[in-house]
């Protein structure tokens, strides 16, 4: 797979909300993806920590 069908592939999977997110996402590719990549690890986190407490994690709205 190409760099581009891949970058088009995952850039279909985030699913943008507005017509103009997904644009302003591109034109500000690198920051945006490190910005992704931290709220992945935060929530990623923030799982981890709860599942010490609790059988299950319940996810809403994002």
Request: hydrophobic share 45%; glycine share 4%; net charge negative.
């Amino acid at each position: 797979m190409s760099d581009a069908t891949a970058a088009t592939t995952t850039l279909e999977r985030l699913g943008f909300v507005f017509r103009d997110s997904r644009q302003d996402f591109i034109d500000r590719l690198d920051t945006r993806c490190a910005a992704l990549a931290e709220v992945i690890a935060e929530i990623d986190a923030w799982a981890r920590e709860v599942r010490i407490r609790h059988d299950q994690v319940t996810i809403l709205g994002i």
